[in-house]
């Protein structure tokens, strides 16, 4: 590579520098773009997700109130159209705040094994949270107005990610393709410039 860039005259070499710089600005350009959709996605996302989950715990406070698993787990099993949800479960809390050990979980599914076993329900307020790269949904649900349980959701960027990556590799392999199409535009339009005025200086010389 090195040699070839070399062998190329002084006019060539300013023409690859012209096409380089052309790529990467623009390249720069789509990346920058790149990252604000990928934070664009996963703000769109989480905003997605607690609406969904505020709609899962209404639909299942009776379900909660009477122990009835089968409509619980219909009501988690909706969640399998958002593709970055990893595990949900419904839990029911006690009666009695003080027995903790007569909570139990109504119903669970898991999208992903690595996410298994994680509906450790504490009583507290709905909220979002980020825990490391994972995101954790609280949302309590009540029935006639008394505390029952909670449904939590545990959800990943992993989709937006995989589909951020992709985006980058192809912004990359245009990248490259795009220099060197540059190149051969830029040779050709730079001989169409050159060559009409060194015709007119021959012509010059060869008057005089």
């Not at 300013?14 to 790149?34: N, Q």
């Amino acid at each position: 590579m090195k040699r070839w860039i070399n062998h190329l005259g002084m006019q060539r070499k300013l023409m690859l520098i012209v096409a380089l710089l052309l790529v990467v600005s623009l390249s720069m350009t789509a990346l920058l773009f790149s990252f604000y959709d990928r934070q664009a996605n996963q703000i769109d996302f989480i905003n997605r997700l607690e609406a969904v989950a505020d709609v899962v715990a209404n639909r299942s406070s009776a379900a909660v109130a009477f122990d009835d698993k089968k409509n619980a787990l219909e009501n988690l099993m909706s969640l399998s159209l958002e593709s970055n949800i990893r595990y949900a479960c419904i839990y029911k809390f006690s009666e009695f705040a003080d027995f903790s050990h007569l909570n139990k979980v109504v119903a669970d599914v898991t999208f992903d094994k690595a996410y298994q076993h994680l509906c450790d329900v504490q009583r507290q307020n709905n909220k979002t949270e980020m825990i490391g790269k994972v995101v954790r949904v609280h949302r309590n649900i009540l029935h006639t107005n008394r505390l029952q349980g909670a449904l939590i959701i545990y959800a990943d960027f992993n989709r937006i990610n995989e589909r951020f990556m992709r985006i980058i590799s192809a912004i990359l392999l245009s990248g490259l393709v795009g220099v060197f199409f540059a190149y051969i535009i830029l040779i050709r339009v730079q001989k169409w410039i050159t060559e009409p005025i060194l015709s007119l200086s021959q012509v010059m010389i060869e008057i005089k």
